[in-house]
């Protein structure tokens, strides 16, 4: 089971880290990846991490404002989003994927499981 925290209401240009803890599962053998889907869009590929932490891949609308990292010893991927912006509202989704299919991080419908979501509202 994953669980997924630290959403919230932040102002443009601010900050928040978002959490994914597994219950009954070792992450350690998953790749990781964070998905978002804003009201009336696609789920979309925000972050992923490969399962050791060495890799990650990033969305362009994302990259260079956000960090995926991992805690494998406490079973743990964050998400730290910097300089958000309103079109980063949406609800986030974390989900695990067996660890080997790297080059499928991006395609949602490759991974195993999924966390419940957390809301994230920026406003402007």
Known sequence: QLQASGGGLV???GSLRLSCAASGRLLSIFDMGW???????????V??????????DY????????????DNAKNTVNLRMNSLKP????????AALRR????????QKFY?????GTQVTVSS
């Not at 969305?59 to 991992?70: E, F, L, M, N, W």
């Not at 080997?100 to 395609?107: D, I, S």
Request: hydrophobic share 30%.
């Open 59 to 70: 969305a362009d609308s994302v990259k260079g404002r956000c960090t995926i990292s991992r």
């Open 100 to 107: 080997y299919n790297w080059r499928n991080v991006k395609e």
């Open 112 to 116: 195993d499981y999924w966390g419940q």
């Open 11 to 13: 102002q443009a240009g």
């Open 87 to 94: 079109e980063d509202t949406a609800v986030y989704y974390c």
């Open 47 to 56: 972050a992923g991490i490969i399962w050791s932490g060495d890799i990650t």
């Open 35 to 45: 998905f978002r889907q804003a009201p009336g869009k696609e789920r979309e590929f």
